[in-house]
């Protein structure tokens, strides 16, 4: 069973910046892709970026592309999230997720929710106007 533990949320005004961390055991961190999703009130959970368990592979949402970057902290086990020039449209619960397909190498196409086994039980983010 993998566990995975987000931190970093909190409410920020538009504009600002925000670094959502993902915890995780060091086995799962070498061995698993993880991926950032968010849910908004009444929305579906939508994903934001993915990272393969090498930090070779990186996917991003294309309407997020350059405002959020994420990566690998070897030292700390974890899956960071930068989020830059937030909006109010990028409040949400922010999850990370973990795909149990041990060291996939390519996740180009992992951009559903069923394509991870894994969930943590997420942060919020808030972006005030």
């Known amino acids: 069973q993998v566990e995975l533990v987000e931190s970093g949320g909190g409410l920020v005004q538009a504009g600002g910046s925000l670094r959502l961390s993902c915890a995780t055991s060091?086995?799962?961190?070498?061995?698993?892709?993880i991926g950032w999703f968010r849910q908004a009130p009444g929305k579906e959970r939508e994903f934001v970026a993915a990272?393969?368990?090498?930090?070779?592979?990186?996917s991003y949402s294309d309407s997020l592309k350059g405002r959020f970057t994420i990566s690998k902290d070897n030292a700390k086990n974890t899956v960071d999230l930068q989020m830059d020039n937030l909006k109010p449209d990028d409040t949400a619960v922010y999850y990370c997720?973990?795909?149990?397909?041990?060291?996939?190498?390519?996740?180009?196409?992992?951009?559903?929710?069923?394509?991870?086994?894994?969930w943590g039980q997420g942060t919020q983010v808030t972006v005030s106007s």
């Open positions: 997720a973990a795909d149990l397909a041990w060291r996939r190498a390519n996740i180009a196409t992992m951009r559903h929710k069923d394509d991870f086994g894994a």
């Open positions: 060091k086995r799962a961190f070498a061995s698993y892709a």
């Open positions: 990272i393969s368990w090498s930090g070779g592979s990186i």
